[in-house]
């Protein structure tokens, strides 16, 4: 059966802004949950202390929980090589980082949709520098999965392959055992895409998950594809919501990836009103992993 993770998208201003909540603080919070892991962010502002790394390890596994995978964001399509050597080199540091921490799963993404970027030159640098982290990755037994991502808080551009038929060509593109895909179906609607469609074309590839939820605070869903068209940021109609009570379809979903007999991790990537939504939201998903796989 999958096991469930939390990440605290609620608190990453306190985590990693302005440092007004500890990670001790928050690890502490999600101990009460009925998951069995906390996914890691490389941006916490405790984390660029290395001697940090083992203590939370152990905090985390003294609440019966571990680390599973790290969130990050390499930006691998920038046309100076000298930038994405050093892109490359962050990458391999959140590798250690995640090696570190316990967990065998660390995201890549492709990069930033620059303006003068072209469709087979994006490819190609996102590609070719996934291919120079995963020998080293392999090393240490870790995963780099690549999501169907949005944007990073910090990019001027959104993400280069966050339209479902560049994002499967990437993936395609690359064939590695230690590669994967980090499916996220919130990230489709943002794509304009449908999440089931994309589940479907990518699913023997998945091996971790994002859960979240969004809905339309007014409008139609033809109305939000007609918004995403050239727009750059966050439709305002479509907002976080508690999952289970949004646009995802969450029976299709785990059909299929029970389909392709997924056992991975899927991190529940919502709470944004606090932890008694996020606690609502783990009581639905672990309900739903018991309907369809036991």
Not at 59 to 86: N, W, Y
Not at 151 to 179: G, T
Request: with cysteine; aromatic share 10%.
């Amino acid at each position: 059966m999958p096991k469930l993770a939390v990440f605290p998208k609620a608190y990453m201003q306190e985590l990693c802004k302005d440092g007004t909540m500890s990670v001790s603080e928050w690890i502490n919070m999600a101990g009460e949950l009925e998951v069995d892991g906390l996914e890691w962010y490389s941006g916490f502002l405790e984390m660029e202390d290395r001697e940090n790394w083992t203590r939370f390890r152990k905090e985390v596994e003294q609440q019966g929980k571990e680390i599973p995978m790290l969130c990050c964001s390499p930006d691998f399509t920038h046309p100076d090589p000298e930038f994405r050597a050093k892109e490359i080199e962050k990458q391999k540091h959140w590798i250690d980082m995640i090696d570190e921490l316990g967990g065998r799963y660390c995201r890549v993404l492709s990069g930033q949709r620059r303006p003068e970027l072209s469709r087979e030159e994006g490819i190609r640098l996102a590609a070719e520098s996934i291919e120079e982290c995963l020998p080293y990755a392999a090393k240490r037994g870790i995963t780099l999965i690549l999501e169907n991502h949005y944007k990073d808080d910090f990019w001027k551009y959104p993400e280069f392959a966050q339209k479902m038929e560049l994002f499967c060509e990437l993936v395609d593109r690359i064939n590695h055992p230690s590669f994967g895909v980090n499916y996220d179906p919130s990230n489709a609607f943002l794509a304009g895409d449908d999440p089931v469609e994309l589940l479907k074309k990518v699913s023997d590839r998945v091996v971790t998950m994002h859960a979240s939820d969004r809905y339309l605070k007014q409008g139609t869903i033809e109305d939000l594809r007609n918004e995403e068209a050239g727009v750059e940021g966050y439709a305002e109609r479509l907002q976080h919501g508690e999952i289970g009570r949004g646009l995802n379809d969450y029976d299709a979903i785990f059909t299929e990836l029970k389909r392709v007999d997924f056992d991975g991790w899927i991190s529940i990537e919502d709470g944004v009103e606090g932890m008694d939504q996020l606690e609502r939201s783990v009581t639905f998903l672990r309900e739903k992993l018991d309907q369809y796989w036991e």
